[in-house]
């Protein structure tokens, strides 16, 4: 089921940005944190960035660290993430997700529940 609609991804050269959005339905977005995470081809999906619900927590994999943004719009019921200074290695499909679980770590994939079916960032040299 589609719980999360993302948007925003595309085509970008090296080092250009992009915003992807992530906005809930069917759910209200502030009871969650929210995690984005990707995939790229032939490759396991990993956790990018995380949220939590007040926006007081926010947790970067080291590789995207510096150059990732990740925020929320409680009031617009969606969350984003501001990819700068891109390389072709964040080539991916990114996906969102709203935490449910709390057993494991922010970027483990059965901590969640509600998923969007992902928007394609592909970043070009």
């Known amino acids: 089921q589609v719980q999360f609609v993302e948007s925003g991804g595309g085509l970008v050269q090296s080092g250009g940005s992009l915003r992807l959005s992530c906005a809930a339905a069917?759910?209200?977005?502030?009871?969650?944190?929210i995690g984005w995470f990707r995939q790229a081809p032939g490759k396991e999906r990993e956790g990018v960035s995380y949220?939590?619900?007040?926006?007081?927590?926010?947790y970067y994999k080291d590789p995207v660290k510096g150059r990732f943004t990740i925020s929320r719009d409680n009031a617009k019921n969606t969350a984003y993430l501001q990819m700068n200074s891109l390389k072709p290695e964040d080539t991916a499909v990114y996906y969102c997700a709203a935490r449910t679980k709390y057993d494991s770590t922010w970027y483990s994939e059965s901590a969640y529940d509600f998923w969007g079916r992902g928007t394609q960032v592909t970043v070009s040299s």
């Open positions: 949220i939590n619900r007040l926006s007081s927590s926010k």
């Open positions: 069917g759910f209200t977005l502030d009871n969650y944190p």
